[in-house]
């Protein structure tokens, strides 16, 4: 099955417990981290991690948008994170190397992300080494944005890479997730959704993230 993850992106930073409750029947919640330099905007650090693991049991999936991303997973690790994904574009492949090496010892679930400029086979290296490919289907840093439809080729390249070099990892997609643009990544390969305003925005959450499943029925 599917599995969806809302962005606490879109959430009310004001009343995050409410809001992390009103999602409970998703499967993970997605953290996204913003630097203000490999990404101009600037969102939650390590003590909000910290604070939403103590009210919650939903697997914390931690999308890291800073650069050189090695100085901080085991930060983000000790907070609580479940997953942490790092960008290939944040450093050079020794500090990426580095960065999973980290996520090892600390015993926390290993994710890559390309943004929509990074080709398909940038993950080919690692793909053996992680247990989830995220793909950014709009320009990382600001939620809202549009659906990129010249990414489900990317998608559908980075499926056929898992399907022979490691079946167990997962495909991730991001940016501009709706019940319309879903059915097209999950057609193209992906397997984990994230979507923050078609479900936030929502006036039923719940129906929401049953329509982003395919179950027209809720």
Known sequence: MVKIAPSLLSADFGNLARDIERVKTADWLHIDVMD???????????PVVKSIRKITDMFLDVHLMIEKPSRYISAFA???????SIHLEADMPPGIQEALRIMDEKQVKKGIVLRPITSAEAVLPYLEQVDLVLVMTVEPGFGGQAFMEDQLSKIAAIRRYIEQYHPG????VDGGVDPKTAKQVIEAGADVLV????????????????????????
């Open 36 to 46: 203000g330099s490999f990404v101009s905007n600037i969102t939650i650090g390590v």
């Open 78 to 84: 000790d907070a609580g994170a479940d997953l942490l």
């Open 169 to 172: 990892c997962y495909l991730q």
């Open 195 to 218: 979507a923050g305003s078609a479900i936030y925005g929502a006036s039923d959450v719940e129906a929401a993230i049953a329509a982003l499943r395919g179950d027209q029925r809720k």
